[in-house]
């Protein structure tokens, strides 16, 4: 038997989500291993890749099932530890950032409170350090005039800023891992490349694994070292760039976006009689 | 080329919220012409007033200030029944935009009995056909049809009473990239056949660059920059703010 990968931070094998009685899995038979990298998932909407982040979460909605022969993250089996060590996992060890940072945000605690409740549930640190550590942590994430902005409530931030007051409440306990589910898609196209390099820089920074979930082929290819694409549930290919794009889905997606630079009279749209014959399912 | 008229020209126009000290001026003395059969591109973040200028064309704000002239008639700030005729708007949301407890049939007539011109219940048939849509789809409600099938529904309903102007408010934003692909296929293959002028807002420099003739970058509530198609393939830019976009855009 190897000795086991150290560097390996999340390893599934034959992840798959089932809702109710549906026949068809949401999530089917999906296996990748996650190291310090990028990794991004990429499909259109009900291709199962929010689902899938949020089954490695463990934060299915309670009608839905995840089972695989393997899924563990640093050691610990997902599907077996109990809701409790989940908790503790959740926001220290592994982390989750969501689309929109009005919604994900408590509209009802000012940004520093939030920002150092994070610090207080996961370190071990007294109340005036952990706002010491928020403090520093928005720092980082570059906001200006930060005592103004501690004591302003998420309604009265930009989405760019909300976004990464996410950020740094999310990175601020070091995590091994960071799920981020489509962070740019709720902001402006002039923020979308600072708020992607700031996270770029702190999960380097942490030597931790990233997963980036997002519609946008393109920005995901610019940005992550390995890019999974998923249809209908299940992976269809694992790409290094997108000049290997084998599956027709996959071209199709990426036809299917207007070029800056290169134009075209008509869009190619996504031939499904195509893809539904090499990807039967019921 | 023949000097026709421009169908959209637009002089000085200003459009303020509030009133007093409080009152912000959010688009500042803008002037543009768009030709027929044009599609004019507008790009700018998010509060810069694109939006603003689109619902003072489209009537539905009240309160500007300036020429607005559509199709050689200069129009009141209360559009009379023949001014309303000139311009049709689809919105961004197709899932907001669209009356949840009304049957798609009744969904696409409702411009035509708003008008006073009768029921229309016999023009749904061709209504869905021209989007590519089937015909059994009058029956059914906004909720049984994916956002790609409502965004169609909410053109055909703009198409109904045979505007020349059609104002596009982010159509494709709330759609996935495949099906984003599907409904700027078919609003260009709506342009080319019933010669309609366009104005097209959003955030996206790729869905500007592909369906417009010309964009004009705003911010702040004025126009920074005006490029061409070429300028736009070729990266030209001339200002720093239409730069740094342009920038963000090709990450």
């Known amino acids: ?282 | 080329m023949i000097p026709t008229p421009p169908m959209i020209d637009v002089q000085e126009l200003s459009v303020s919220f509030g009133n007093g000290a409080s009152a912000r001026q959010v688009v500042k003395n803008v002037s543009f012409s768009v030709a027929k059969g044009e599609t004019l591109g507008i790009v700018g973040e998010s509060g810069c007033g694109k939006s603003t200028v689109l619902r003072s064309l489209a009537g539905l704000d009240r309160h500007w200030n300036g020429r607005i002239n559509l199709a050689g008639t200069d129009v009141d700030k209360v559009r009379t029944r023949d001014q309303m005729l000139l311009t049709q708007m689809v919105f961004q949301d197709p899932y907001g935009s669209l009356h949840p407890r009304h049957r798609i049939s009744r969904v696409l007539t409702e411009p035509i009995r708003a008008m006073g011109l009768g029921k229309g219940w016999d023009k749904v048939d061709a209504a869905l056909q021209q989007v590519g849509l089937p015909v059994s789809f009058a029956d059914r409600f906004p909720h049984q049809l994916s956002g790609g099938q409502r965004q169609r529904v909410a053109i055909a309903r703009a198409l109904m009473l045979q505007p020349q102007i059609i104002l596009l408010d982010e159509p494709t934003s709330a759609l996935d990239v495949s099906v984003q692909a599907e409904v700027l296929n078919l609003l260009a293959d709506l342009k080319d056949e019933r010669q309609l002028t366009y104005v097209l807002v959003s955030h996206d420099l790729g869905v500007i660059a592909h369906m417009c003739d010309r964009v004009l970058v705003m911010k702040g509530g004025v126009f920074v920059d005006a490029l061409s198609r070429e300028d736009l393939y070729e990266g030209r830019t001339h200002n720093d703010y239409s730069r740094m976009l342009f920038e963000a855009s090709a990450l």
Not at chain 1, 21 to 29: D, G, I, K, W, Y
Not at chain 1, 88 to 93: A, D, M, T, V, Y
Not at chain 1, 106 to 129: C, D, M, R, W
Not at chain 1, 222 to 233: H, L, N, T
């Open chain 1, 1 to 282: 038997m190897p000795a086991p990968d150290q560097d390996l931070i999340l390893t599934a094998r034959n992840l798959s989500v089932r809702f109710g009685r549906l026949a068809r899995p949401a999530v089917e038979n999906v296996s990748f291993d996650l190291r310090a990298e990028r990794l991004g998932i990429v499909g259109e909407s009900g291709s199962g890749k929010s689902t899938l982040g949020r089954a490695i979460m463990r934060l299915l909605p309670s009608i839905g099932r995840a089972s695989a022969d393997e899924l563990m993250f640093d050691g610990m089996p997902l599907l077996s530890t109990t809701e409790k060590q989940m908790r503790k996992l959740r926001g220290n060890r592994m982390a989750l950032i969501m689309q929109d940072p009005r919604y994900s945000l408590n509209p009802v605690l000012p940004i520093g409170k939030q920002v150092a409740e994070a610090a207080l549930l996961h370190l071990p640190v007294s109340k005036a350090k952990a706002y010491e550590l928020a403090r520093g942590m928005l720092e980082r994430v570059r906001i200006a005039d930060i005592e103004r902005t501690m004591k302003l409530y998420p309604h009265q931030i930009s989405g760019g800023m909300g976004q990464r007051v996410m950020i740094a409440m999310m990175l601020l306990a070091k995590p091994r891992m960071v799920i981020a589910d489509e962070p740019t898609s709720a902001l402006d196209v002039s923020v979308r490349g600072d708020v992607l390099k700031l996270l770029d820089e702190l999960v380097r920074e942490n030597d931790a694994g990233l997963i980036l979930i997002s519609h946008d082929i393109r920005m995901v290819a610019a940005f992550c070292e390995r890019i999974m694409v998923m249809y209908k549930g299940r992976v269809v290919e694992i790409l290094t760039s997108l000049d290997e794009a084998q599956h027709p889905y996959t071209r199709g997606l990426i036809a299917a976006m207007p070029d800056l630079h290169a134009p075209v009279h008509r869009l190619k749209i996504l031939d499904r009689t195509a893809i539904d014959a090499l990807e039967p399912r019921p």
